[in-house]
């Protein structure tokens, strides 16, 4: 079994509208962790997110913003979307050891 | 704050020659990890180091600690088509009071058959 999955693969909107992506970790995991990937760059840190509440987020807009469920999983919503939103959003557990496969956002 | 810098950016090189990678910061870090990255997956942990001067091996890939904390390099031997990724650094540091990862900027590796 994963120790995360993400969903969607792949996700295409329009500017101006706003994206869903989900997380959920393996079992016995309370921590998730969201990085986004910009094509050619490096990961950044976008929020983390344990038992429930918002520990810390990095250096992105408010527009960027997710939630906990009660049964681990994680939503980031990303909303006003810009074209330069457009990346890999990856989802990861173990302080950030383990990641998903990701989630391919494109705006156009 | 508390940055990774990767060197090179991108390596081309023939099938079976050796590769060597390295990462660089300003402050110390009390952990390095390594990843590799697929195109269209995640990162995938290869090799962490916990110890100043730890070197680490994980089949043909070697990987140190460097004494002074702030640094650490990558080895990969013998390099084979499935090597093509890209890798990366990455290291927890505190920021705003919470832990999170920072990762350099990738080695991107290419290899010709």
């Known amino acids: 079994e994963a120790g995360v999955t993400q969903s969607p693969t792949h996700l295409i909107k329009t500017r101006g509208q706003q994206a869903t992506l989900r997380c959920s970790p393996i079992s016995g995991h309370t921590s998730v962790y969201w990085y986004q990937q910009a094509l050619g760059l490096g990961l950044q840190f976008l929020l983390w997110?344990?038992?429930?509440?918002?520990?810390n987020r990095g250096n992105f807009p408010p527009r960027f913003s997710g939630r906990q469920f009660p049964n681990y999983s994680s939503e980031l919503n990303v909303n006003a979307l810009e074209l330069e939103d457009s990346a890999l959003y990856l989802c990861?557990?173990?302080?950030?050891?383990?990641f998903g496969s990701g989630t391919r956002l494109t705006v156009v | 704050g508390q940055q990774l810098n990767q060197s090179p950016q991108s390596m081309f090189i023939q099938e079976g020659e050796d590769v060597s990678m390295n990462c660089t910061s300003s402050s110390i870090f009390n952990t390095w990890l390594w990843y590799k990255q697929d195109p269209g997956e995640g990162p995938v942990l290869l090799i962490a180091?916990?110890?100043?001067?730890e070197l680490t091996s994980n089949g043909r890939l070697t990987a140190q600690f460097g004494i002074t904390r702030k640094d650490s390099f990558l080895n990969i031997s013998a390099s084979i088509p499935s090597d093509v990724g890209i890798y990366f650094c990455a290291g927890p540091a505190f920021i705003q009071g919470a832990q999170k990862l920072v990762f350099g900027q990738g080695t991107r590796l290419t290899i010709n058959p």
């Open positions: 990861a557990i173990q302080g950030g050891y383990t």
């Open positions: 997110y344990d038992e429930g509440e918002e520990r």
């Open positions: 180091l916990y110890k100043a001067g």
